[in-house]
C-alpha cells in the first residue's frame, strides 16, 4: 500500500497522543524551558516544531464546512455571502467581538524553540529543516497580527509573568513586516526543496517560504500604497521596496530549478476543478503545500457533501461572476445579457460563453454532481428553495473542489466525516499572480508568457490583453484611478484564485472598501418560471437580480473606513499596558 505522508497535523497527533512514541508522554512538558532534558536531538526540534502545522487553513480548521473554499463567505467580502450580512464590512463589529485575535500563545512557543534550539547536540545538517520551519511559523504567526492590528510589538524572547516585555508599546508596521521578510529569508536559506525534504509538499520547503514571502510583501506594499495618508498607512514607508522582494521572490520561484508547474491533464473544461478535488496531491507539482487526510488516522472531513448535495450557507455573488471574461478573452456583458435571459438559461449560457474557470466554480445546469454507489444526479437549479446548510441566496452555486465520484457527494453518508480530498494550503498559481501585480505596481515590464498566460492556457482562454470594460464600475469600482493593466491584473486574480479565501485581504490592502460600501451583494437574473410552485422568499431588485439582503441591508453595507480596516485591540489589554495604544477609530 501506497504510503501516505501526513507529517502535517498527524504527526502532531501521533507524536502528543503518543500512539508513535512510547516515552513521548513521559518527558515533561515543552513549554518548561528550564527543561534540560530537552534540546538535545534533531528529533527534539523536529518533535517541537511539528506542533506548528495546525495553524494552517484547511477543512475543520478555519470557515465552514468548505474550509477556505467558503472563507470568504464566513469572514465576508463582494465575492461570497452567507445568510446574514458581514459584520466587518457592515460597520457593525463590536470591540468585544472584533479583539479576539489579540493572543500570543503561539509566538511565545515559537520563541521557545529559538531560545533553546542551540543547544541540540547533533550537526546543524541534521536540524537545519527544522530551524527553517521554526523562522517560517514566527514570520506566519506575526503576519497573522499584523494583517489584523497592524503596528504589534516585536518579541524575540519567550515572556513570562513578569516580563517586562508585557507591558512594552506596539512597534511599527514596518518594523515586523521588515522582521517578518528576515525570518523567511533565513527559512528560505534552511529549508528543503520539495524534491529532497521529508514529506515532499506534505511539509514547509524553500518554495513555500518563498511563495509566502511574496504574498507578504505584496500585501504590505499594496497596504502602505493604497492607504497611505490615512491613519492606517505608516509614515515614510516605502511601497516599493516591498513590491520589489515579493517580485524577487516570485520569480525566483518560478525559476526552472525550482520545477513547479500547473497542474494539466490539458483538459480546460474540467482540469480547474478537480485540481481541488484530489485526495493524493503528492505528485502535482502545482502544489507547494498540503494537509493530506486519512480516515485510518482519524483526519477527515466533510468537505465534499458540501460542493454537491449542500451548500454550508455559502454563496457566490454577481460582482464575483461579472470578473470572468467571456472565451475570447474580452469583457461579457453579464448585465445586459441578464435583462432578456435569466434563471438556468442564464446559468447555461455563461458556461457557454465564458472562461472555463467560471463553470468549474459554480454549478450549471446539467453539470454531474455525483455518480456513485448511492446514484446519479446531475444539477437541476440551485438551492434557493432550501435553508440552513443547503441555503444558495444568490443563485451561483459553490462547485469548485467536487468530486462526482467521492463516496460523500449528494450526502449519500449523511453527517459522516470521512472524506479524504486534500487541502491545498499553498499553489503554484499564486506565486504567477504575485508576480505579475507586484512588476506591474513597480512600473516594470510583466513578462506574461511566464506567468498569467500559463493560468490562461491551463483554462484554454486567450493571453492576456489589457481591455476597458464599460461594465468594471459595477464590480470593480476600487475608489481610485488605476491603470487599465493593474485592474486587469486584479481581474485575473480574481477569477483564477476564486473561492479560495484570498478576496477578504486582497479588499483590505487595496483600501477597496469602495467595493462595498453603500452597496448590497446581488445574485443571478431571476426566473419565476423555474419555479412553478415552489416559493422562493428572495426579492429582486430593478434589475431583476437576486437582492438577498435587501432587508438587512436597505442602504447597502455600512463599512467604517477610518475604522473598520484594522481589528480593535481588546479593551483590557489596553487596560493592563498604558504603553498600548487602541487602533484608529476604536478609542
Not at 61 to 78: A, E, H, K, Q
Not at 208 to 220: I, T
Not at 312 to 332: C, D, K, W
Not at 542 to 560: H, R, S
Amino acid at each position: 500500500m501506497k504510503k501516505i505522508i501526513t507529517l502535517l497535523y498527524t504527526t502532531v497527533i501521533l507524536l502528543l497522543v503518543g500512539s508513535c512514541s512510547e516515552d513521548f508522554l513521559d518527558r515533561p512538558p515543552l513549554t518548561q524551558i528550564e527543561n534540560e532534558s530537552y534540546w538535545k536531538t534533531a528529533k527534539d526540534l523536529e518533535n517541537y516544531t511539528i506542533q506548528f502545522y495546525t495553524v494552517f487553513p484547511a477543512f475543520n480548521t478555519v470557515g465552514s464546512f468548505l474550509g477556505v473554499i467558503g472563507w470568504d463567505g464566513s469572514r465576508g467580502s463582494d465575492a461570497q455571502i452567507s445568510s446574514s450580512p458581514s459584520t466587518v464590512w457592515n460597520g457593525t463589529e463590536s470591540p468585544v467581538s472584533s479583539g479576539g485575535n489579540w493572543t500570543w500563545g503561539n509566538i511565545r512557543s515559537v520563541n521557545i524553540f529559538f531560545k533553546n534550539y542551540t543547544k541540540c547536540k547533533d550537526p546543524f545538517e541534521k536540524y537545519k529543516q527544522f530551524l527553517g520551519e521554526a523562522h517560517f511559523f514566527k514570520a506566519w504567526f506575526y503576519f497573522e497580527k499584523v494583517r489584523l492590528y497592524g503596528d504589534v510589538p516585536w518579541y524575540t524572547e519567550p515572556l513570562e509573568m513578569d516580563s517586562e516585555e508585557l507591558f512594552k508599546a506596539r512597534d511599527p508596521r514596518t518594523t515586523v513586516v521588515d522582521s517578518i521578510l528576515a525570518h523567511l529569508d533565513k527559512a528560505i536559506e534552511y529549508l528543503e526543496p520539495v524534491a529532497t525534504v521529508k514529506g515532499k509538499n506534505n511539509r514547509l520547503s524553500k518554495q513555500a517560504a518563498l511563495l509566502f514571502k511574496s504574498r507578504v510583501a505584496l500585501f504590505e506594499g499594496s497596504w502602505q500604497k493604497y492607504h497611505k495618508g490615512t491613519a492606517f498607512g505608516t509614515a515614510g514607508a516605502d511601497p516599493s521596496k516591498y513590491f520589489r522582494q515579493a517580485a524577487v521572490a516570485a520569480e525566483t520561484l518560478m525559476d526552472a530549478k525550482y520545477g513547479m508547474s500547473l497542474y494539466s491533464n490539458n483538459d480546460p473544461e474540467n482540469d480547474y476543478c478537480k485540481l481541488f478535488s484530489l485526495k493524493d496531491q503528492l505528485a502535482n507539482k502545482e502544489v507547494i503545500l498540503w494537509k493530506a487526510y486519512s480516515v485510518n488516522r482519524d483526519l477527515s472531513h466533510s468537505f465534499q457533501i458540501y460542493v454537491s448535495d449542500r451548500t454550508a450557507g455559502i454563496s457566490m455573488t454577481f460582482e464575483q461572476v461579472q470578473h470572468y471574461l467571456g472565451r475570447n478573452g474580452q469583457p461579457y456583458d453579464y448585465f445586459t445579457l441578464g435583462k432578456t435571459v435569466k434563471g438556468n438559461a442564464f446559468l447555461e449560457k455563461i458556461r457557454a460563453d465564458c472562461d472555463p474557470r467560471l463553470s468549474q466554480t459554480i454549478w450549471t445546469p446539467g453539470a454531474l454532481m455525483w455518480d456513485n454507489t448511492f446514484g446519479k444526479a446531475t444539477f437541476k437549479k440551485p438551492f434557493l428553495d432550501k435553508s440552513g446548510e443547503a441555503l444558495n441566496n444568490t443563485g451561483f452555486q459553490i462547485r469548485k473542489g467536487n468530486d462526482p465520484k467521492s463516496a460523500l457527494a449528494g450526502g449519500g453518508v449523511s453527517w459522516s466525516s470521512s472524506d479524504e480530498t486534500g487541502a491545498i494550503i499553498f499553489r503554484y498559481a499564486e506565486a504567477l499572480l504575485n508576480y505579475a501585480e507586484a512588476k506591474a505596481e513597480l512600473g516594470e515590464t510583466v513578462d506574461y508568457t511566464k506567468s498569467i498566460n500559463l493560468l490562461r492556457k491551463r483554462s484554454g482562454m486567450p493571453d492576456f490583453t489589457i481591455t476597458n470594460d464599460p461594465n468594471k464600475d459595477r464590480y470593480a469600482d476600487y475608489g481610485y484611478n488605476l491603470s487599465d493593466q493593474l485592474k486587469e491584473i486584479r481581474r485575473e486574480r480574481t477569477a483564477e484564485l476564486g473561492a479560495e479565501g484570498f478576496r477578504y485581504d486582497d479588499i483590505r490592502r487595496w483600501a477597496a472598501h469602495k467595493l462595498l460600501k453603500g452597496k448590497r451583494p446581488r445574485g443571478y437574473p431571476f426566473a419565476a418560471s423555474d419555479w412553478t410552485g415552489t416559493k422562493i422568499n428572495y426579492k429582486v431588485d430593478a434589475d431583476g437580480l437576486l437582492d438577498p439582503f435587501v432587508t438587512q441591508l436597505p442602504n447597502g453595507y455600512g463599512f467604517k473606513e477610518n475604522r473598520d480596516y484594522l481589528e480593535c485591540i481588546p479593551l483590557n489589554e489596553i487596560t493592563l499596558n498604558n504603553n498600548l495604544k487602541q487602533n484608529p477609530g476604536w478609542e
